[in-house]
């Protein structure tokens, strides 16, 4: 008995002290880095305030923070405007291809966020495809300038986060009992009416889940916004990149850190509370 | 050998605050096929996992073949197991599932593969077992499960609700042969349902449990035509009961007797009654009927084309003394 | 009297998504095939030469790295994630949610900010020299081994009921239990937690960004550090090439592992 209650203890010992020593403790340092003042990388041991305080009244700083933000909000609306319909087409349609499409909605996931968001590099750029066809089409005379852009960071997040806004719902359609909507065609109620009254509020659940899992992961992208955007689109990962690697200001780049870790866990954890919900009901 | 197969006594097992088996006897014969028989929670599983040493009891002794096993792992009581879900490694063909134990034993290859095909015979599976457990019937499936646990040449077989996955048809060819096969091996079998049917057409002995005590141990004509206590009557068969000063008579439905003739033969008991509603089940008849007095009863007949009854008759209802069965309360 | 008309106007706008979705993939492939070293498209003439170049040295170090960071990486999780799996899914024990959350926790942590808490870690306690290929992999490991765990312990909890008792009454021993039973049953989600490792390092930016450095780059860092000096047609080319490794690996296991459940797991960070 003694040696059966030790066992899952030994199971784990190895896995979990690697965690600690490089996930855990380190996690933890970051997070006391921003409450410290350094001097470039080096903590020297007050603790403070100050990186916050320099963070949230710097207009650069704090326009970036609020970018991430209207950029995490903004391609969440549009990942659920655009993987509601897919979603509720793949769940119900009885196309022999149908594997085929989901497979299809789905594979860009395998694909690295970088190689998706280049194909809009290709396509925005001055000298890009949109561009080309436009000028060759006679429709313009000179190259529109679309890069760099907000709206052009989140047309991209949008496209790469497309496929999980995509899985959140069709599970959310696939726990979905088919005969609440044969009742209530049942007794009277139209496709559309149905859909409006029935479909849609139950499936509520899955829209919110997948608009906040995308804005949490939108928030706190790199890639997109390093490839779509420049200087004058900042966002919190980029800004961290910047503190970290060119300006080695490890103080705020830990408080910046900080800012964005909390942002996204408080949002997951929101999305994997409604998850559980939606399980139990 | 002198020693019962399975011998249980004052075996308790209690989670948390639950008493699951409540101090229970029981010795199975050799050769003997026990069922365990009572509704979901009576603690019918819980002793047949202790049984097995998938659960350790917390009070009682249990000796197999006169052995004490309280201490021993499952994979040392030498038993044959049978599960509800069959439980077929579905990574193995049907041979290599009945070869498993056989493996497990270190037996030589060319009698583990002697004794397979063997066992595969016994069950009339031989030719299919190269098949995986998911290209199997259901049928298929219990028989390849059954041939695993008789090929380890087991102390004792333990036979969990193993039919209960299998439609009406199925269930009933598979009582018969198991059964058969087990009178043919003479092995001592404890046998769990919650299906009064499968208890009464297959058992030597019944054991009924209801909240984890055994409320009457006997053969099926025992438990069915002198039941021990209300619970008993009620659980198996249909049963009248009709309440008296010390106790109830009960009547099973086939012995109660419906004549049109406003008197019943003499010494018998009897009543005016009312025939409510003929439920029409096929080869028989039932029939629900209200007493003058208001009590309900029930009759059932053979549907041999004498029985012109229907709704709004009035009939008179009798037993003889000998077909009912008293169960006086103390 | 809705009929089928909501349904064609509902295909009609699907069509459109998949449009937006493959699009720029489907842009980016063909701008690889352009005779200049510009970015028509349509193309204009047909080369292969961008497509030889994302084969050349330039490329080829930081792929071969990156499948190499990514082999190596699906492995050691597979093996820390086998035995997480166990514990959580077959033993209670105090300190389990603890140890689960902290297993999980890199999923719902944004990578990059792991990324900069290892770089600083490992930096303040004089294991800078570890930057690159070491520091990848422990950063790897970390930010996949949620994805083998949950993996593996799903394929555990899926495993048919009474298998392993059957064994054991059968007279397999714990071990021969675990040995001829279990873990041949468990195989298809240890290789499916591998793949999704694999592809999951393969694919990273967020962490890989701080903790590479020059001559140790994964191919994801390596094409963000490209981009800054302009596009090529080349560049087009190792996208796709990079882009391809992944579908191939899970087109070919895949059908093993079932690619509907490999997907669905597919829920982290991006």
Known sequence: MKARRLTPYILIVVPATFLLAFFVIPSAVLLSMSVVQSEDTIPTGNLTLDNYATLLSNRLYLSAILRSFIIGVASGVIVVVLAYPLAYFLVRTTSRWKNLLIALSLAPLLASVIVRTYGWWVVLNREGALNVALRSLGAIDQPLIMLPSTSAIVIGLAHALLPYGVLTIMASLNGLNPNLERAAMSLGAGRVRTFLAVTLPLTAPGILGGFLLTFAIAMSAYATPAILGGPTTEVMATMIRRFMLELLDWSLGSA??????????????????LGNRQRES | ????????????????????????????????FVTLLGPSGCGKTTTLNMIAGFVPPD???????????????????????????YALFPHMTAAENVGFGLRMRRLPREETVRRVAEALDLVQMSGLGERRPSQLSGGQRQRVALARALVIRPAMLLLDEPLSNLDLKLREEMRGEISALQRRLAIATVFVTHDQGEALTMSDRIAVMRAGRIEQIGTPTDIYERPATRFVAGFIGTANMIEDTDGVTVIRPERLRLSSAEHAPPGTRHWPVRVEHVVYIGPRLELRLR??????????????GTAAWSAGDTATAWFRAEDAWAIRTP | MTGRLPWSALKLAVACIYLFMLGPIVITASVAFNQDNRSYFPPRGFSLQWWEAAFGPQWLQPLLFSLELATLTALISAAAGVPLAFAFQRYRFPGKALVRAITLGPLILPTLVTGIALLQFLSLIGLGRWMGFWALLIGHVVICLPFSVRT???????????????????????????????LPLAAPGVLAGMIFA???????????????????????????????????????????????????LVALFGRFVGIGD?????????
């Open chain 2, 291 to 304: 007493a003058t007095d208001g009590t309900r009863l029930q009759a059932e007949m053979v549907n041999d």
């Open chain 3, 262 to 270: 490999f997907l669905y797991q597919e829920t982290g960070n991006g």
């Open chain 3, 198 to 248: 694999f592809v999951h390092s393969f694919d990273d930016v967020n962490l890989s960004l701080f903790i590479a450095r020059p001559g140790e780059r994964p191919l994801t860092v390596a094409i963000l550090g490209f981009l800054e000096f302009g596009f090529a047609p080349t560049l087009a080319a190792v996208s796709i090439v990079s882009m391809l490794i992944p579908l191939a």
């Open chain 1, 256 to 273: 910046m850190g900080a800012i964005l870790l909390v942002s996204a866990m408080i949002l997951l954890l929101l999305t994997s509370a």
């Open chain 2, 59 to 85: 009070a009682g002794s249990i000796r197999l073949q006169g052995r004490p096993v309280e201490s021993l792992p499952p994979f040392r009581r030498d038993l044959g197991l049978v599960f509800q879900d």
């Open chain 2, 1 to 32: 050998m002198a020693d019962p197969a399975l011998q249980i006594t004052t075996l308790t097992k209690r989670f948390g605050t639950l008493t699951a088996v409540d101090a229970i006897d029981l010795t199975v014969a050799q050769g003997e």
């Open chain 3, 152 to 182: 593996i312990a799903i394929s555990l909890a899926a495993m048919p009921g009474n298998v392993e008792p059957a064994a054991s009454s059968l007279g397999a021993t714990p071990f021969a239990v675990l040995r001829h039973v279990t």
